[in-house]
């Protein structure tokens, strides 16, 4: 039950399938593509010396402009590119990438010189949709405990479909996470297939500057809205859910039809 609950987390943990990973890394910037890929664990990656680092990229692709951090808190089925700047190492410096000052892995550098550049102050243009050209408001309720996990009071039935949209349509969705349980909560990464979204705001707020790209999975903390825009392009069938995998299997999942 507490696993359904909170979600299982392992005692080993994996990058690309190795335990205890390393890479030997070239003196100079290096791009890192990082998935979270577990079931239910959120991380705070920091380097091991606390140095700062680039996001350059979100779930939908390059963000307008890097993003100088030195903590990335990734939920399950998010993905963030990075660039971290290994220029000022020797050969067989160690550097460790942490969740919380736990090792994740390890950079060991080697004698190889990357070629040097500058990170650009600008990536790509990212046109703002405007939320005055969106004909319908939505709300996704995450609520729940224990094994009923749901949203808007509906547990994921594969014969139902939740919510009917018209393709080309730009829409809102405000996403809430509806805080229950002795523990106040948990924080649900509400993941939806076949879009891309904006974040508006987070509790009326403007969004972290990592956020402000294409993003298909959000972290929704307890007693927090989220509110999301987006132009639906493709027709079909699609999913939304919480990206921990025992709340979704647990029935935290719906389905929309864009036609
Ligand atoms: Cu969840």
């Known amino acids: 039950m507490h696993d359904v609950m909170m979600g299982m987390q392992g005692g080993t943990l994996l990058v690309n399938g190795a335990i205890n990973p390393y890479l030997r890394i070239p003196k100079g910037k290096v791009r890192l593509r990082i998935l979270n890929g577990s079931n239910a664990r959120f991380y705070e990656l920091f380097l091991s010396n ?18 100088e951090m030195t903590k990335l808190i990734i939920s399950p089925g998010e993905r963030a590119e990075i660039i971290v ?9 160690t ?19 990357n070629k ?8 790509v243009s990212i046109e703002r949709i405007d939320p005055s050209k969106a004909i ?9 405990m224990g094994s009923n996990w749901n949203i808007n009071g509906k547990q994921m039935d594969m014969k139902r479909i939740d919510e009917y949209l018209r393709l080309n349509d730009t829409e809102i ?5 509806k805080a229950t349980g002795m523990m106040g909560g948990m924080p649900h990464p509400f993941h939806a297939h076949g879009v891309q979204f904006q ?12 956020e402000s790209g294409w993003k298909d999975t959000l972290l929704v903390y307890p007693d927090e809205k989220v509110r999301l825009i987006a132009t639906f392009k493709y027709s079909g069938i699609f999913m939304y859910h919480c990206h921990i995998l025992e709340h979704e299997d647990a029935g935290m999942m719906g389905q929309f039809k864009v036609e």
Do not use: C, H
Request: avoid cysteine; charged fraction near 25%; charge should be negative.
């Open 85 to 93: 700047d290994f220029s000022n190492y020797k050969t067989g410096d």
């Open 173 to 177: 969705w405000e996403v809430s996470n």
């Open 116 to 123: 040097s550049y500058n990170i650009p102050n600008k990536l």
């Open 199 to 210: 974040v508006l705001d987070r509790n009326g707020k403007r969004p972290p500057a990592n």
């Open 95 to 113: 550097i460790e990438l942490t969740d919380q000052g736990t090792e994740l892995m390890k950079f060991i550098v080697n004698d190889e010189i």
């Open 50 to 67: 606390k140095q700062s680092f680039y996001q350059i990229g979100s779930d939908g692709g390059l963000l307008e402009a890097p993003v």
């Open 136 to 144: 319908n408001t939505r709300e996704f309720v995450l609520q729940g």
